[in-house]
């Protein structure tokens, strides 16, 4: 796993970076401010980017919407002092793969980055259920939208999203097919919905109708 550090904090620049590589992670670079984490993306290609919000210059928030739209295989994991609920809502609308606080345990740190790099939501869950809640409210922007239907295949991933199977490795033991065919019909479903990473998907699945509610009734 090759890691970039963007924060402007040098001392805990300091510590992360010591972490990751007793953990056996290469930090590739570190950045003070969004701006250099643009650019030293650009530069380095890392697998993750740990985004600091609240920097000089360019706030992470920008910097994450600059790389999710040009790196989109650069995962941005938002990695921050805020609890906000704001702040969580508006970096997965930016695009970011993951939302950390800094009081995370170093376990649960690496838990949750192994998920990333697996393409799946690197969120503690109380943290997905907030994300859910608030994408499944409707916005005119998005009901404006004509996306292209999901194939029969597609709305089966969509349903076991939905029913919180959200690994690659689960979802193709589900549905009896390979690990790069689920990560195939995933990015059509990205593609068709014009959305950038899972929770998107789900909140959007559950707000249009595209699959019953997880605990709806039946009756």
Not at 23 to 40: I, Q, S, T
Request: glycine share 4%.
């Amino acid at each position: 796993m090759r890691v970039l550090i963007a924060d402007d904090h040098a001392l805990f620049r300091d510590g992360l970076r010591s972490l990751l590589e007793a953990h056996g992670v290469v930090v590739v670079a570190e950045a003070r401010n969004g701006r250099e984490a643009v650019d030293l993306t650009r530069l380095h290609r890392p697998d993750i980017v740990l985004m600091d919000l609240a920097m000089p210059e360019m706030d992470g928030l920008a910097a994450t919407r600059l790389l999710s739209a040009e790196l989109p295989e650069a995962k941005v994991v938002v990695l921050t002092a805020s609890d906000e609920d704001a702040d969580l809502f508006e970096a997965v609308k930016s695009g970011a793969q993951g939302y950390l606080t800094k009081d995370l345990e170093a376990a649960r740190l690496f838990d949750l980055l192994e998920a990333a790099m697996r393409g799946e939501p690197a969120l503690a869950p109380a943290l997905a259920q907030k994300v859910l809640r608030e994408f499944a409210r409707p916005t005119p922007d998005r009901a404006d939208r004509d996306p292209e239907a999901p194939t029969d295949r597609e709305r089966e991933v969509l349903d076991l999203l939905v029913a919180g199977v959200t690994s690659n490795r689960e979802l193709a033991e589900r549905l009896f097919v390979s690990e790069n065919t689920v990560k195939y019909h995933l990015r059509n479903i990205l593609r068709k919905l014009h959305l950038q990473n899972r929770a998107q998907v789900v909140a959007y699945a559950l707000r249009h109708g595209l699959v019953a509610r997880p605990d709806a009734d039946p009756a």
